[in-house]
């Protein structure tokens, strides 16, 4: 029995060499620490880690290495040593010695002499900092092709080109974390687009008055004067140190530091321009400034939209000044009889409100009376036939208005009919002129018929037109 306890003995002895050289050598940094919380021991990589020298630390707390929003977690350790249970992988954040942080996974185990009494525990730190950065760098990869599938939608579905704008905004100071951002189109209407998301709780009124007074497309500020003639983004991480800017002052009051200018150019031509603003400085983000060619492609997009519907918009005004003067009454319905488009002429005619025109119905329109009158020709129209015809209406300089109706049937080739087109004419001064041609004819006949000697009405090669009772 002597024997046996000897040998177990001296296996422990030959067996804790090793231990220590295992500790020594280490990738890990393995820290002791007695019951009361000294440290006791230090291996190398510890000392790499942290950056202490071993005598440093030896009979410190091991709560140096612990920063302030991490102190719960000593009672973790606590609980390790008096239950006897091991903590591991326990991904979390220690001090260095130059009070830089650093990301670390511990796990920690208590240390019990033969009897199960605890004498001390071990906490072995292993530095995670590139796997983290590397988890970091995947999740925002997969946040950036989310923002970009959340810039297309807003570019290609948003209600209006001002939507899509607002909405590209708000997204990208979503993602990075901007209290204000800003939207700009250049070149296009001269800059009248402009459009602001600032952070619930920032003060950014007077900033956002100095910028509504700056000529972007002169470049007269530096921040987005150099990225405006670069055409690439621009980021600045302290905002106080840019040369010339006229919205420094502004800049200080609202307590921005750190910008970002992206600007938007298609076809070689900068058409927009957005920047963003934070308050606090900011190294650039790599991530963000790689993937900023796709991002601006899809700002490009909401540009072009505004650009484009704004051109729409524009020929549509001068489509409808047009329309307001041409000799016409022309109105549009819907296969409901609603009125989706009337000029100036159309509501005069009808006494209508052109403001109240659209959307109001034919009978509303009318009155019952001349719905009335029309409602068998409506019918035709809507069977998909081209109706012209006339009808007089009350009113006018002789108290009635000869008006000619053309009704033609919008027709999709998919849809079928999808409304129609109304075109009146005031043909009151023909119809007189016809009248009083039919009256003049009819007095003509009426003094050949009463002539007593025969009259003929010969054409130039013989043929006989016209001749009277004698």
Known sequence: ?????????????????????????????????????????????????????????????????????????????????????????????????????????????PIVDSAGSALGLVAIYRDITERRCAERDNARRAALNTLLSELAAAAGEASSPKDALAACVR??????????????????????????????????????????????AAAEDDFVGRALQSQAPRWIEDLQKIERSRRAAAMRAAGLRCGLAVPVAVRGETVGLFEFFAVERREPDRLLLEAMPAVTAQLARAIERAAALEQVRAGERQMRLIADYVPAMIAYFDTELRCRYANRRYCEFHGVDPQRALGMTLREITGEEIYGLVRHTVAQVIGGKQITTRRAHPGGKD???????????????????????????????????ETALRANEARLRAILDNEPACVKLVAADGTLLEINRA
Request: net charge negative.
């Open 1 to 109: 029995m002597k024997g046996a306890s000897a040998s177990r003995t001296g296996g422990v002895a030959d067996v804790a060499p090793h231990f220590e050289a295992i500790v020594a050598h280490s990738n890990d940094a393995i820290v002791t620490c007695g019951v009361d919380g000294a440290i006791t021991s230090w291996n190398p990589a510890a000392e790499r880690l942290f950056g202490y020298g071993a005598a440093e630390v030896i009979g410190k707390p091991l709560t140096l290495l612990v920063p302030r929003d991490r102190v719960p977690e000593i009672g973790a350790s606590a609980f390790a040593l008096s239950s006897g249970r091991a903590i591991t992988q326990l991904d979390t954040v220690r001090l260095r010695k130059d009070g830089s942080a650093v990301e670390v996974s511990a796990s920690v185990a």
């Open 171 to 216: 997204r990208l100071c979503a993602y990075g974390g901007w209290q204000v951002g800003h939207a700009i189109t250049l070149h296009r209407g001269s800059g009248d687009l402009s459009l602001w998301h600032v952070a619930d709780g920032m003060q950014a009124d007077e900033f956002i008055a100095a910028c509504e007074t700056l000529d972007y």
């Open 399 to 433: 108290g009635v208005t000869h008006v000619e109706i053309r009704c033609v049937p919008d027709m999709s080739r998919d849809d079928g009919l999808r409304g129609f087109y109304a075109l009146m004419f005031d043909v009151s001064e023909q119809v007189r002129v």
